[in-house]
């Protein structure tokens, strides 16, 4: 993780602009946003810009929140579901200064919540936005490496490829092994990556009423779900897509509902389950 | 466990505090100066120059300093700065025939117009350790011939150009070309682009690539048509002056190379160029550049592509270390929602494997019962 | 309407004037020929002759410089191949059409099993019953000769003779009409190579497919072939039926192609 002292400074002296990022570039991620609002789930390349906080941390995700906050906006930040993990409290503290926004813990609360690899479990609102950080936005990559060719199977919707990677993962294992960043197919036309988010949250995609924007910093595209969008999981009609689930609860707030994190308590390997989602389990206790 | 599920804040101020601590050191000894760094470890600032694609030596040196040395962490602080920078315009393209040169050799001629000049180089020392360099010493300054800042210096490319034996430089599409760090990388790419891209490119990336070339990975013949280093000066055209002024003179490293010729028995042969550009004194890594710059042309001089230094997806989309380290290093990063999914599944894969193994013996149990 | 497009009445492929320059030199100069539906047209010749890059002219993988090829679809009419979008192109080569090459590995997946690489082309056009789509693979695997306990193995662990009879498989899973065969035998064991000929003229009959084979192996088309065009320097020299052309030929480099097979 980067010194962040030094911005500090300089951002006080007025050396670095609201939100960070220059008004022209902001300008320039609204328009890719507004484009891919227009086109559900279609990847736009973006002029990404370097951020202080490493490729792969959520650079692109960073990029649209800066681009679309503004004073009036309340952010919640988590990352694995929590907002108190490591990442999290960087970016939010980020925000915090160079944007001086209000933030939050509480997902009703907010106005834009930036996630790494959870959709929370309390449903979204109309008015909020969601913003996912993305590491891999293309989600045919693993099984055609060049973007050449990949852009084309999306212009030509040529999309049996990644249902032969469903086939085999059936034909090898006995049902579909794929358990996160399960790929979508939204409104009927484009394949999506949701980000590495566990297939649990899948179905929370289709047809939210809120925002969703996706931010790939490093590979420098940025796509969208608008709301009440239809979002499906692909799957096969004698294997229907599931969501994991726990014979467990929550050890904390007792829920059966929510996506349950494992930890190990001690040596001998005893486990115990907890909400993935912080907020919504203090909601509950 | 080190994502506290509370905490995290006040664990991450302490370990700012700490890193800035191990920074200083020993505060029994002096703190490092930024011209400190500039002038003794002045290739390091050249090198994260460079890569960062902004020529300021102190910016440079205060990045390396603030990143205790670890060049590629410095490079990124670098860069994060730079992209906040506002744009006046562009600078005239660089005349490099104009360099008042502190090297200059080439390897394909015995003698060139303007001559060998061998300069400062690692070249023809020998690998020895300097134990004298160990304690601090005056050190006699070295004799300096005055620098003939009048002459231009031709390229040895330009020589052969005349005779028509080397390629004129290859065309490059019409009007401005696209600027990498304001515009994603849109493949195909032309020349320019891949050029920035190799700029701006790993040193050891680049540097592996090349050998790899070498090593027939795509051989393409290459020779040092000619390498200089030197200062050149940088000319900026105001729209409201009319005319360029010059604004500043910077140090450049240039590797023209000469490589494989191309022909056939209806057009003459000719060889062919690989280039290669970095700020301050580079060698390794221009030449580097140089050869993948030619390997990189290989369809559009109609060779065969199949080596990795010639796959152009594979080369420019790899070969920048701040892109390259963020996302090896965000391995770091809690990923346990993800693992935890994979748990569900890896469980219930073996679970069903189980169930059939255990269905198989209750069905031999059953055939062994029937066929007693 | 078809005469616009440079096709006869009644044919399923019709090329006219194809022409096909590279870096300067020709590669095929004026090629011009109609395919009927069930009929099977050999192209032979030398390595270097044009007929390769002919066949990806025809197939819509290559743009000519200059002719046309015009295809008559199963439901839309006579198209013209090279100014159709790339979309349709793509998807008539995935649904109407079959390509055979030479190195099965370059049109296998070699990384999945030889049941998604029969099933593909379904799923391409929408097939989502993994039951079925398994079943159909099944059948195919069955049709090519190859046991079905190899249905869930990777192409890697097949033979030559096995992969060339998967990538046939995978081809034909779509009910093609036309299938475009390049060198479909090359490079593999005399013996091996008999039996896939056995196969594909087998199947070439019972599924009344149209088929355009390029090969340098007179042997090969004389057992697949209706009607044989030899190719030198880029341009048709002779052509007619495949007895007709082999037993009486007419030019002298086909005299000198017949002359230097050994009379089986």
Same mark, same amino acid.
């Given at each position: 993780?980067?010194?962040?002292?030094?911005?500090?400074?300089?951002?006080?002296?007025?050396?670095?602009?609201?939100?960070?990022?220059?008004?022209?570039?902001?300008?320039?991620?609204?328009?890719?946003?507004?484009?891919?609002?227009? @086109?559900?789930?279609?990847?736009?390349?973006?002029?990404?810009?370097?951020?202080?906080?490493?490729?792969?941390?959520?650079?692109?995700?960073?990029?649209?929140?800066?681009?679309?906050?503004?004073?009036?906006?309340?952010?919640?930040?988590?990352?694995?579901?929590?907002?108190?993990?490591?990442?999290?409290?960087?970016?939010?503290?980020?925000?915090?200064?160079?944007?001086? @926004?209000?933030?939050?813990?509480?997902?009703?609360?907010?106005?834009?919540? =930036?996630?790494?690899?959870?959709?929370?479990?309390?449903?979204?609102?109309?008015? =909020?936005?969601?913003?996912? =950080?993305?590491?891999?936005?293309?989600?045919?990559?693993?099984?055609?490496?060049?973007?050449?060719?990949?852009?084309?199977?999306?212009?030509?919707?040529?999309?049996?490829?990644?249902?032969?990677?469903?086939?085999?993962?059936?034909?090898?294992?006995?049902?579909?092994?794929?358990?996160?960043?399960?790929?979508?197919?939204?409104?009927?036309?484009?394949?999506?990556?949701?980000?590495?988010?566990?297939?649990?949250?899948?179905?929370?995609?289709?047809?939210?009423?809120?925002?969703?924007?996706?931010?790939?910093?490093?590979?420098?595209?940025?796509?969208?779900?608008?709301?009440?969008?239809?979002?499906?999981?692909?799957?096969?009609?004698?294997?229907?897509?599931?969501?994991?689930?726990?014979?467990?609860?929550?050890?904390?707030?007792?829920?059966?509902?929510?996506?349950?994190?494992?930890?190990?308590?001690?040596?001998?390997?005893?486990?115990?389950?907890?909400?993935?989602?912080?907020?919504?389990?203090?909601?509950?206790? | 466990?080190?994502?506290?599920?509370?905490?995290?804040?006040?664990?991450?101020?302490?370990?700012?505090?700490?890193?800035?601590?191990?920074?200083?050191?020993?505060?029994?000894?002096?703190?490092?100066?930024?011209?400190?760094?500039?002038?003794?470890?002045?290739? %390091?600032?050249?090198?994260?120059?460079?890569?960062?694609?902004?020529?300021?030596?102190?910016?440079?040196?205060?990045?390396?300093?603030?990143?205790?040395?670890?060049?590629?962490?410095?490079?990124?602080?670098?860069?994060?700065?730079?992209?906040?920078?506002?744009?006046?315009?562009?600078?005239?393209?660089?005349?490099? $025939?104009?360099?008042?040169?502190?090297?200059?050799?080439?390897? %394909?001629?015995?003698?060139?117009?303007?001559?060998?000049?061998?300069?400062?180089?690692?070249?023809?020392?020998?690998?020895?350790?300097?134990?004298?360099?160990?304690?601090?010493?005056?050190?006699?300054?070295?004799?300096?011939?005055?620098?003939?800042? %009048?002459?231009?210096?031709?390229?040895?490319?330009?020589?052969?150009?005349?005779?028509?034996?080397?390629?004129?430089?290859?065309?490059?599409?019409?009007?401005?070309?696209?600027?990498?760090?304001?515009?994603?990388?849109?493949?195909?790419?032309?020349?320019?682009?891949?050029?920035?891209?190799?700029?701006?490119?790993?040193?050891?990336?680049?540097?592996?690539?090349?050998?790899?070339?070498?090593?027939?990975?795509?051989?393409?013949?290459?020779?040092?048509?000619?390498?200089?280093?030197?200062?050149?000066?940088?000319?900026?055209?105001?729209?409201?002056?009319?005319? *360029?002024?010059?604004?500043?003179?910077?140090?450049?490293?240039?590797?023209?190379?000469?490589?494989?010729?191309?022909?056939?028995?209806?057009?003459?042969?000719?060889?062919?160029?690989?280039?290669?550009?970095?700020?301050?004194? *580079?060698?390794?890594?221009?030449?580097?550049?140089?050869?993948?710059?030619?390997?990189?042309?290989?369809?559009?001089?109609?060779?065969?592509?199949?080596?990795? *230094?010639?796959?152009?997806?594979?080369?420019?989309?790899?070969?920048?270390?701040?892109?390259?380290?963020?996302?090896?290093?965000?391995?770091?990063?809690?990923?346990?929602?993800?693992?935890?999914?994979?748990?569900?599944?890896?469980? $219930?894969?073996?679970?069903?494997?189980?169930?059939?193994?255990?269905?198989?013996?209750?069905?031999? %149990?059953?055939?062994?019962?029937?066929?007693? | 309407?078809?005469?616009?497009?440079?096709?006869?009445?009644?044919?399923?492929?019709?090329?006219?004037?194809?022409?096909?320059?590279?870096?300067?030199?020709?590669?095929?100069?004026?090629?011009?020929?109609?395919?009927?539906?069930?009929?099977?047209?050999?192209?032979?010749?030398?390595?270097?002759?044009?007929?390769?890059?002919?066949?990806?002219?025809?197939?819509?993988?290559?743009?000519?410089?200059?002719?046309?090829?015009?295809?008559?679809?199963?439901?839309?009419?006579?198209?013209?191949?090279?100014?159709?979008?790339?979309?349709?192109?793509?998807?008539?080569?995935?649904?109407?059409?079959?390509?055979?090459?030479?190195?099965?590995?370059?049109?296998?997946?070699?990384?999945?099993?030889?049941?998604?690489?029969?099933?593909?082309?379904?799923?391409?056009?929408?097939?989502?019953?993994?039951?079925?789509?398994?079943?159909?693979?099944?059948?195919?695997?069955?049709?090519?000769?190859?046991?079905?306990?190899?249905?869930?193995?990777?192409?890697?662990?097949?033979?030559?003779?096995?992969?060339?009879?998967?990538?046939?498989?995978?081809?034909?899973?779509?009910?093609?009409?036309?299938?475009?065969?390049?060198?479909?035998?090359?490079?593999?064991?005399?013996?091996?190579?008999?039996?896939?000929?056995?196969?594909?003229?087998?199947?070439?009959?019972?599924?009344?497919?149209?088929?355009?084979?390029?090969?340098?192996?007179?042997?090969?088309?004389?057992?697949?072939?209706?009607?044989?065009?030899?190719?030198?320097?880029?341009?048709?020299?002779?052509?007619?039926?495949?007895?007709?052309?082999?037993?009486?030929?007419?030019?002298?480099?086909?005299?000198?192609?017949?002359?230097?097979?050994?009379?089986?």
């Amino acid at each position: 993780m980067p010194d962040t002292s030094t911005p500090d400074t300089t951002i006080a002296e007025g050396a670095y602009n609201y939100a960070y990022l220059d008004e022209q570039t902001k300008r320039m991620i609204r328009r890719a946003i507004l484009k891919a609002v227009a @086109v559900p789930g279609y990847q736009v390349p973006f002029g990404g810009r370097e951020m202080p906080l490493p490729y792969g941390w959520g650079t692109g995700g960073i990029q649209v929140t800066a681009a679309i906050i503004g004073r009036d906006d309340t952010l919640k930040v988590i990352d694995q579901g929590a907002d108190d993990t490591t990442n999290a409290v960087s970016i939010r503290r980020f925000f915090a200064r160079v944007a001086e @926004v209000a933030t939050t813990t509480c997902t009703e609360d907010a106005t834009v919540i =930036q996630t790494r690899h959870r959709v929370p479990e309390t449903p979204l609102k109309e008015g =909020q936005i969601l913003v996912f =950080q993305v590491p891999i936005p293309e989600p045919l990559r693993m099984l055609e490496p060049r973007e050449t060719e990949t852009r084309t199977l999306h212009a030509l919707s040529e999309y049996g490829v990644m249902q032969v990677s469903l086939y085999e993962s059936i034909a090898r294992h006995g049902r579909i092994s794929k358990s996160y960043n399960y790929p979508v197919m939204v409104n009927g036309r484009y394949i999506m990556s949701p980000s590495p988010i566990p297939k649990f949250d899948n179905p929370k995609l289709d047809r939210s009423p809120a925002l969703q924007l996706y931010g790939a910093g490093r590979e420098k595209r940025i796509y969208a779900v608008p709301p009440h969008t239809p979002v499906k999981s692909l799957d096969f009609d004698d294997h229907p897509f599931e969501v994991e689930h726990w014979s467990e609860c929550c050890a904390l707030c007792g829920s059966k509902e929510s996506f349950l994190d494992e930890m190990i308590v001690d040596d001998a390997g005893k486990r115990l389950f907890v909400c993935s989602d912080t907020d919504y389990c203090e909601g509950r206790r | 466990m080190y994502v506290a599920v509370k905490g995290g804040e006040t664990a991450i101020a302490h370990s700012l505090d700490l890193i800035a601590d191990r920074r200083r050191g020993d505060r029994g000894l002096a703190e490092l100066t930024l011209e400190q760094i500039d002038h003794q470890l002045g290739l %390091a600032v050249d090198r994260v120059m460079t890569e960062g694609s902004c020529y300021d030596r102190r910016l440079a040196a205060l990045a390396i300093k603030q990143a205790r040395g670890d060049l590629i962490e410095a490079i990124f602080l670098l860069r994060a700065y730079r992209t906040t920078l506002p744009r006046f315009g562009d600078s005239q393209p660089l005349d490099t $025939a104009k360099m008042v040169p502190e090297r200059r050799i080439s390897a %394909a001629f015995k003698d060139v117009p303007g001559g060998q000049v061998l300069g400062p180089t690692y070249d023809y020392t020998h690998r020895l350790l300097d134990f004298s360099l160990a304690i601090a010493a005056d050190r006699p300054e070295a004799p300096t011939a005055p620098a003939d800042t %009048a002459r231009t210096l031709p390229h040895v490319g330009d020589i052969l150009a005349r005779e028509g034996l080397l390629e004129p430089p290859p065309a490059t599409p019409d009007g401005r070309p696209d600027d990498l760090t304001r515009q994603p990388l849109s493949l195909p790419a032309d020349r320019p682009l891949r050029l920035q891209n190799l700029a701006r490119g790993d040193e050891g990336f680049l540097l592996a690539l090349g050998y790899s070339t070498q090593r027939g990975y795509g051989n393409n013949h290459p020779f040092v048509g000619e390498i200089r280093y030197g200062h050149v000066p940088v000319a900026f055209l105001p729209e409201e002056l009319g005319f *360029a002024i010059e604004i500043a003179e910077i140090d450049v490293t240039e590797c023209d190379m000469v490589n494989q010729f191309a022909g056939s028995q209806d057009v003459p042969p000719q060889f062919t160029r690989g280039y290669g550009l970095t700020f301050g004194h *580079a060698e390794r890594k221009a030449i580097a550049m140089a050869l993948v710059d030619r390997a990189l042309r290989a369809r559009e001089l109609a060779e065969s592509a199949d080596s990795p *230094a010639q796959d152009e997806e594979f080369v420019l989309a790899h070969s920048d270390n701040v892109e390259a380290s963020g996302f090896v290093q965000h391995l770091k990063l809690p990923h346990y929602v993800d693992f935890q999914s994979e748990l569900v599944v890896v469980r $219930a894969l073996r679970a069903d494997v189980e169930a059939r193994r255990q269905r198989a013996a209750e069905e031999r %149990a059953v055939l062994g019962q029937a066929a007693e | 309407m078809s005469g616009e497009l440079g096709s006869s009445d009644g044919a399923l492929l019709s090329a006219r004037n194809v022409t096909k320059r590279f870096a300067g030199r020709v590669a095929c100069r004026d090629v011009s020929f109609d395919l009927w539906p069930g009929e099977v047209l050999g192209i032979v010749g030398e390595s270097g002759s044009g007929k390769t890059t002919l066949l990806n002219c025809l197939a819509g993988r290559i743009t000519p410089d200059a002719g046309s090829v015009a295809y008559a679809t199963a439901s839309t009419g006579t198209v013209d191949v090279h100014r159709l979008s790339e979309a349709r192109r793509r998807l008539l080569a995935r649904t109407e059409w079959g390509f055979v090459n030479q190195d099965a590995r370059e049109g296998l997946r070699m990384g999945v099993s030889a049941g998604a690489n029969i099933g593909e082309r379904l799923m391409a056009v929408g097939a989502r019953h993994y039951g079925d789509i398994r079943g159909t693979a099944a059948d195919w695997l069955a049709r090519v000769e190859i046991d079905g306990d190899r249905l869930d193995d990777r192409p890697a662990t097949f033979s030559g003779g096995m992969r060339q009879r998967l990538q046939i498989a995978r081809n034909l899973v779509s009910g093609p009409r036309l299938v475009f065969m390049d060198e479909p035998t090359g490079g593999l064991d005399v013996s091996v190579q008999a039996r896939i000929l056995d196969l594909l003229r087998g199947l070439v009959e019972r599924l009344h497919l149209s088929a355009v084979l390029v090969t340098h192996d007179l042997g090969v088309a004389r057992l697949l072939t209706h009607r044989l065009m030899v190719m030198q320097g880029g341009a048709v020299v002779e052509e007619g039926l495949t007895d007709q052309v082999l037993d009486d030929p007419q030019h002298a480099y086909t005299q000198m192609l017949v002359a230097s097979i050994l009379p089986v």
